[in-house]
């Protein structure tokens, strides 16, 4: 399957942005998908992953509150709301795919995953 990001931009600091990723080339609804980010000179960390069925859900424990991920598997769309964003948000956020069998499950390892978006830039000023 092929991931294309969208939707980076500059937002101040207390605004809000949504990422999208187009997937294709492949049955998105087998999918169970993730966002990650990587900051200037820091490691690729995770953010937020969702199941083939969009029911369960997983945030890294910062993020909890501010984010939200969702997907419309009849669209083959993975989104990522963020609200109240800081300085610390600002890094490139790639969504990931990994093929499972399980309607459930979610991954945070970025090892798990498969396929990669290319990345979109979130920039916050303060």
């Known amino acids: 399957v092929q991931l294309q990001a969208s939707g980076g931009g500059l937002v101040q600091a207390g605004g809000s942005l949504s990422l999208s990723c187009a997937a294709s080339g492949g049955t998105f609804a087998s999918y169970s998908m993730g966002w990650f980010r990587q900051a200037p000179g820091k490691e690729r960390e995770f953010v937020a992953a969702i199941s083939r069925n969009g029911v369960s859900t997983y945030f890294a424990g910062s993020l909890k509150g501010r984010f939200t991920i969702s997907r419309d598997n009849a669209k083959n769309a993975l989104y990522l709301q963020m609200n109240s964003l800081k300085p610390e948000d600002t890094a490139v956020y790639y969504c990931?795919?990994?093929?499972?069998?399980?309607?459930?499950?979610?991954?945070?390892?970025?090892?798990?995953?498969?396929?990669w978006g290319q990345g979109t830039q979130v920039t916050v000023s303060s």
């Open positions: 990931a795919a990994k093929y499972v069998t399980s309607r459930t499950d979610v991954y945070s390892k970025s090892r798990s995953y498969d396929f």
